[in-house]
């Protein structure tokens, strides 16, 4: 048999009105829950930033057109584009060849031989870092 006290404590689940019960299920969800961070390009395309041991791998969200080549043997490359950018400025990706890349308060950029690739106001965070633990590379 319930005490007297424990029946006052007892908090109906109907009792609660419906933001409260949203607040306190965020609250407990919400933080459990990893998300990429999703980084944009000036050209909108998307891209989620993942870090190793050599720098920065971009990879997009959604396909990305490219085309490499001249005149009649230019071709069109579809698909998931992957940047890599290494710890001594240096830059890859399949469709853009190599070139290097910079950091500054303005953001980060691949420069290619034909294409450059900004993230305006953005910076390259590695994931599970220390808030504000930028990563630039060594070559500035």
């Avoid at 005490?3 to 933080?31: D, L």
């Avoid at 399949?94 to 910079?102: C, D, F, S, V």
């Avoid at 290619?112 to 808030?131: D, L, T």
Wanted: aromatic share 12%; proline share 4%.
């Amino acid at each position: 048999m319930k005490s007297k006290i424990a029946e006052e404590n007892t908090i109906s689940i109907s009792a609660i009105p419906f933001w409260a019960a949203a607040v306190i299920t965020c609250s407990v969800v919400g933080p459990a829950v990893a998300q990429d961070q999703t980084y944009s390009s000036w050209n909108g395309h998307q891209y989620t930033l993942t870090c190793n041991a050599d720098g920065i791998v971009l990879k997009s969200v959604f396909p990305v057109v490219r085309f490499a080549g001249h005149g009649a043997g230019m071709r069109e490359i579809v698909g998931i584009e992957t940047l890599y950018l290494g710890r001594n400025c240096d830059a890859w990706s399949e469709a853009l060849g190599t070139g290097h890349w910079r950091w500054s308060n303005s953001g980060f950029w691949a420069v290619f031989e034909q294409r450059e690739i900004r993230f305006v106001r953005q910076e390259p965070i590695c994931p599970g870092s220390i808030a504000f633990d930028i990563f630039v590379c060594e070559d500035r």
